[in-house]
């Protein structure tokens, strides 16, 4: 399994940016997807999670109303777009993948910081 994100970079605050994440060695199509997000010093933090089909999605509290997780199954690619976003946004962001019988994979991590 290979998770490769992208898109990370230096935005004001109130920029966007958007993540992308392209996954392989496992059939994409068949498994929820998550964003996952580190600041420093602090714990990993889940920041949003997609459903198989894209159908069902959900945010943490803290990104609500302005983050998008979406995917395309066609390019086994999640993306996270991220609006109005504000400093305490910074961390490195991951991509994430579950399963119960083969375990788990991260990604290397994009660095995202929001700074004027």
């Known amino acids: 399994v290979q998770l490769v994100e992208s898109g990370g970079g230096l935005v004001q605050p109130g920029g966007s940016l958007r993540l992308s994440c392209v996954a392989s060695?496992?059939?994409?199509?068949?498994?929820?997807m998550n964003w996952y997000r580190q600041a420093p010093g602090k714990e990993r933090e889940l920041v949003a999670t997609?459903?198989?089909?894209?159908?069902?999605?959900n945010y943490a509290d803290s990104v609500k109303g302005r983050f998008t997780i979406s995917r395309d199954n066609r390019k086994k690619t999640v993306y996270l777009q991220m609006n109005s976003l504000k400093p305490e946004d910074t961390a490195v962001y991951y991509c994430?993948?579950?399963?119960?019988?083969?375990?788990?994979?991260w990604g290397q991590g994009t660095q995202v910081t929001v700074s004027s």
């Open positions: 994430y993948w579950w399963d119960s019988r083969r375990g788990d994979s």
């Open positions: 060695g496992f059939t994409f199509s068949s498994y929820a």
């Open positions: 997609i459903t198989s089909a894209g159908g069902s999605t």
